[in-house]
């Protein structure tokens, strides 16, 4: 019987390899097989960890300044007076009740009619309750449109004391931008919220009060002799995050296809990243308690649009409770999350999976 040719399909040396399998050395040929395939694993994985190694190691460099040695030194800048005042840090005690973050970029547009909501309510409050004492910190990220302008205006109207803003000179992500806000604010209370207006202000009270309720019982039981008058909630660790978890139905039917994509292919990789516990990462809103945000931002890497995950990362790796609290929530125009930023986030999301777990990035107890 004619012995079947085999079918020459690949490059000259796989159909050498076939050819010589035919000749009934088929032993030492699946060997020589698998050897070759072996070989050329290995050397696809040793390329992958070297190129994984000497990014993650030039991304430590880079950054290795951001965590605990900040720029303390950072200068704010008075429009009033164009008097310069030194920036508070995270690692000073707490000079107010709560600090609210606005990360901005370009937002001349959506800032205004925004941080009016958000000025009337504090001050709203503030003439109820006279214990009542806050902060607005924007946070300008490179913005090429009048951004500044409109947060310098705030600051002329409302003063420095209540709301100041950190220019970043250029784009560095909307994570860096919460980040560096939160190391240079006052608060007891840390909230962090977008430029856009999507959530209500006063939804802050939903977090507030159960971050107040989970930090009365963790001091009860860390220190039962303590009294709840020497208590104060920014020595807890507790974080709030705001979740649009409730809305995702009705939002899946009125989104753009993009972002339920976004959405749904997140839960997954999130769960691979960073494990489970929280629905909803990416909503804009989310509080921290002063020691909290303190042990959290210090340790922070990622600087654009996964920062939220690596938040929820951290926070499990130092036992921080997370709350998810459903907020109300309006998608507004003009958001800057685009098809562009998937390739990125899934970049950011590797970057932490193996930063963390090969140890290239140190988890500091601050
Ligand atoms: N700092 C910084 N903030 C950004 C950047 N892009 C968007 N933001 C801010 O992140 C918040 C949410 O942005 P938005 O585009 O509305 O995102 P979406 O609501 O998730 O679609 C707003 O406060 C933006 O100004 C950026 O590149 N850097
Ligand atoms: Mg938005």
Redesign the pocket.
Known sequence: MLEEEPRKTGPKWFNHKVKSLSKGDLDSGEHQMEFLLTVVELGVTLILIVFSVVVLEAWRRRHSSNVSVESVTTILEDPTSLKQVRCPHISDPAEMYLSLI??????EQ?LPAALQEIMDYLQGRASRDKSFSYEVVI?D??SVDGTKRVAFDFVRKYTLDNIRLIP?GK????G???RKGMMHSRGELLLM????G?TKVTDLEKLENQILAVAREENSIRDPTSKLVDFRIGDVQVSAFGSRAHLEEKAIATRKWY?NFLMKGFHLVVLLAAGSGIRDT?C?FKMFTRAAARRLFTNIHLK?WCFDVELVFLCKRFNIPMLEISVKWS??P????SMLSIPNMLWELALMSVGYRTGMWKIHQA
């Open positions: 606005v990360p901005a970029f370009n937002e959506r946070v990220d490179g970043l784009n560095q992500g909307k860096e931008a919460i919220l977008d430029a856009d999507a972002r990416q804009g654009r998608e507004i003009g958001s800057k999350v």
